[in-house]
């Protein structure tokens, strides 16, 4: 008889080890999850690394284009609701898809199609691979920067353009301000109480 415990056992210290590390990396995105401010931060930070480095080395034009063509896909996404408002408008009724306005109105939330947390992942993996594909030579395509510049800038003008005309035309804004704080009973009391 053959002993194969040997393998077995190299095979299992690999699937701990690598069962371990992803198990550590996930608290750590656990953790980081209440500090939006602080995970943009690092997420801004990232970004004007990426782009220090392209202005420095004078090249990688492509990965810098693609990286903002990404982000402006993720960024409509965070901006659009998760429920599709154009498909179903075109059912029977047309008021039925949008968002209330007065208070008699059922309140339905406003839920991204991509969540707040998913972007920043989004934007942090994409801006980590594209600095990675600034190593290499092979990814510096020689391509005339100021076309690709203006040609972003006027897919983002389009594309904004056509976000804001669907958030007027199905009356819903993608952010909030906080949950509204209402006076307690006591309060009220207390201000006239006061007052007198």
Same mark, same amino acid.
């Given at each position: 008889?053959?002993?194969?415990?040997?393998?077995?056992?190299?095979?299992?210290?690999?699937?701990?080890?690598?069962?371990?590390?992803?198990?550590?990396?996930?608290?750590?995105?656990?953790?980081?999850?209440?500090?939006?401010?602080?995970?943009?931060?690092?997420?801004?930070?990232?970004?004007?690394?990426?782009?220090?480095?392209?202005?420095?080395?004078?090249?990688?034009?492509?990965?810098?284009?693609? *990286?903002?063509?990404?982000?402006?896909? =993720? +960024?409509?996404? !965070?901006?659009? /609701?998760?429920?599709?408002?154009? &498909?179903?408008?075109?059912?029977?009724?047309?008021?039925?898809?949008?968002?209330?306005?007065?208070?008699?109105?059922?309140?339905?939330?406003?839920?991204?199609?991509?969540?707040?947390?998913?972007?920043?992942?989004?934007?942090?993996?994409?801006? *980590?691979?594209?600095?990675?594909?600034? =190593? +290499?030579?092979? !990814?510096?395509? /020689?391509?005339?920067?100021?076309? &690709?510049?203006?040609?972003?800038?006027?897919?983002?003008?389009?594309?904004?353009?056509?976000?804001?005309?669907?958030?007027?035309?199905?009356?819903?804004?993608?952010?909030?301000?906080?949950?509204?704080?209402?006076?307690?009973?006591?309060?009220?009391?207390?201000?006239?109480?006061?007052?007198?």
């Amino acid at each position: 008889m053959q002993d194969f415990s040997s393998s077995n056992d190299s095979g299992n210290v690999f699937s701990k080890t690598s069962k371990s590390i992803k198990q550590r990396y996930q608290t750590l995105l656990d953790l980081s999850t209440p500090y939006t401010f602080g995970r943009w931060s690092v997420a801004a930070l990232l970004l004007i690394f990426f782009l220090a480095r392209i202005y420095l080395l004078q090249g990688w034009y492509i990965i810098c284009y693609a *990286l903002g063509i990404y982000d402006l896909n =993720l +960024f409509i996404a !965070f901006l659009s /609701p998760k429920a599709d408002l154009w &498909l179903d408008s075109h059912t029977d009724n047309d008021d039925d898809m949008q968002l209330p306005t007065r208070a008699s109105e059922e309140f339905r939330p406003f839920i991204r199609r991509l969540p707040e947390f998913k972007f920043w992942y989004s934007v942090m993996k994409s801006t *980590l691979f594209a600095t990675f594909f600034t =190593l +290499f030579d092979c !990814f510096n395509i /020689p391509v005339f920067w100021p076309i &690709l510049v203006l040609y972003f800038i006027t897919l983002f003008i389009i594309t904004m353009k056509r976000q804001i005309k669907h958030m007027i035309k199905y009356r819903y804004v993608p952010f909030s301000w906080g949950k509204p704080k209402y006076a307690s009973h006591e309060d009220t009391a207390g201000k006239v109480i006061n007052a007198k």
